[in-house]
């Protein structure tokens, strides 16, 4: 029985709020609604979409978030603003449903398998470049995750001299040095992936790349960056999965790594706390031990964090456009322009709490893609953002839709970070920018080299 979507949106209302007055919890009517759209999906088999990475990251993002947390939420904000929030989601959620719908041309929706057909070859020079990419991601991550082993990543962040807001501090050397090694770490797994592929079978290649990641994913592990590994396992497998998409499930490799993932960022996430071989060993740091309490599953903290800024706009002036504009300037390193404005999960969190309190310069609050638009316009932001959402999962979704044909190793792994992208977009929009825009930017760049051949004595190879 196919509804209008006018009507659907309307059903998911009713259930929405229904299931939310049962448990107490309106994100219990979300988890409902998010749980028929991803069966939908893979009814008509367009699980491999934006909108289903979307969905995914909205359950584990922020659905799981504002049931884990809720408690917690309350006793800081109270149950008004908690269930406020809640609504905002609702709403922003029931938008970015109606208008994808709206969008999508079902006559374009079909089961059509993607063919791939790649003729481009991998040049040694290419290959090269991979490499040298390798070694600048080893020689500037590996010093750190060796700090990391016996150290707490508060302490290591608190006690540095870069990074930051004081991020100023950087030599330019240093900051491009950094900033292309922090975008490799995403991107290596895969490439390695693809130049294998040419000398091997897939599934071959697939293991090989694991082997030569392990580094990669150690470096991560031992940092605490679980969302880097996330995005870096994400990529190859879906790389992988494109190239077989006639042999293996696509959709259940993604789901399968995503609950592992989730599963993996907890662990990550309390042993960076006190470092991983004092977690391994048990010889964690008193000072960080969580009470009985605070041991529940560990979430973003992103419904908490949304909390603070409804509750914190409840009583102060919208920024009209201030917090939206930080956005624009992110690329811009500090030792270039030391009076750039802060992005908003830095500032905010320290005027709500009232100075530092446990953040330090190095630390910001992820308060959801709501945030930034609610900081500036409050409601009408969240209409904006939610259409301009709905609108990007729809160009992305019915482009590949169109395109069934992969016709180049660029677009493949362009693709799996796409995926990966729209499934932390929830988290906050300044992540999602930034990691969206650069990476597109940095393999564009990154495959013009393979236009050239490596010369040696003078001939071509």
């Known amino acids: 029985m196919r509804f209008s979507n006018s009507l659907l949106v309307l059903i998911y209302l009713c259930i929405a709020l229904l299931i939310g007055y049962i448990f107490d919890s309106i994100y219990y009517g979300l988890l409902v609604i998010m749980l028929i759209e991803l069966l939908n999906q893979f009814k008509n088999n367009n699980f491999i979409s934006a909108y289903s990475f979307w969905s995914l990251g909205f359950v584990f993002i922020i659905i799981l978030d504002g049931i884990i947390s809720k408690n917690e939420i309350i006793n800081s904000v109270g149950n008004i603003i908690y269930f406020k929030t809640g609504i905002l989601f609702l709403i922003s959620q029931l938008i970015i449903i109606f208008f994808y719908k709206n969008r999508i041309k079902k006559s374009l929706i079909n089961s059509e398998i993607i063919k791939v057909e790649i003729t481009k070859k991998i040049r040694s020079f290419f290959v090269l470049i991979i490499f040298l990419l390798f070694i600048i991601f080893v020689a500037s991550e590996l010093p750190k995750a060796y700090e990391s082993l016996f150290n707490s990543r508060f302490e290591l962040l608190l006690n540095s001299e870069q990074g930051g807001i004081n991020s100023n501090k950087k030599s330019v050397l240093f900051t491009i040095f950094g900033f292309i090694s922090s975008f490799s770490g995403y991107i290596l797994p895969a490439l390695m992936f693809i130049i294998l592929t040419k000398k091997t079978s897939n599934f071959k290649a697939l293991l090989l790349a694991s082997f030569f990641s392990l580094i990669i994913w150690f470096v991560f592990i031992s940092i605490g960056t679980r969302h880097n590994i996330v995005y870096s ?33 907890n662990t990550i996430v309390e042993a960076r706390r006190h470092g991983l071989i004092n977690y391994i060993t048990g010889n964690k740091i008193e000072k960080y031990l969580r009470t009985e309490k605070n041991k529940a599953p560990t979430t ?6 949304m909390s603070y800024v409804v509750d914190y706009y409840e009583n102060n002036d919208y920024r009209l456009g201030q917090s939206t504009s930080a956005l624009l300037f992110f690329w811009v390193p500090r030792k270039f322009w030391n009076e750039k404005p802060p992005q908003f999960g830095f500032w905010f969190i320290r005027e709500y709490l009232g100075g530092q309190k446990g953040f330090g310069d190095k630390f910001s609050a992820p308060a959801s893609y709501l945030g930034v638009p609610y900081s500036d316009f409050g409601i009408l932001g969240i209409f904006i953002v939610s259409i301009l959402i709905g609108y990007i999962l729809f160009k992305v979704d019915i482009y590949f839709t169109k395109n069934k044909t992969i016709q180049s190793h660029k677009t493949i792994i362009i693709v799996s970070f796409c995926l990966a992208s729209f499934f932390f977009l929830p988290r906050q929009l300044s992540q999602f920018f930034t990691k969206f825009i650069v990476i597109l930017i940095f393999l564009n760049v990154l495959f013009y080299f393979n236009k050239f051949y490596l010369k040696l004595d003078g001939k071509q190879k």
């Open 233 to 265: 396992f994400l990529i190859l497998v879906g790389s992988y999965s494109l190239l077989n998409v006639n042999k293996i499930k696509f959709k259940v490799s993604y789901i399968l790594l995503i609950v592992v993932g989730f599963i993996l960022s």
């Open 300 to 305: 973003d903290k992103t419904v908490k964090y």
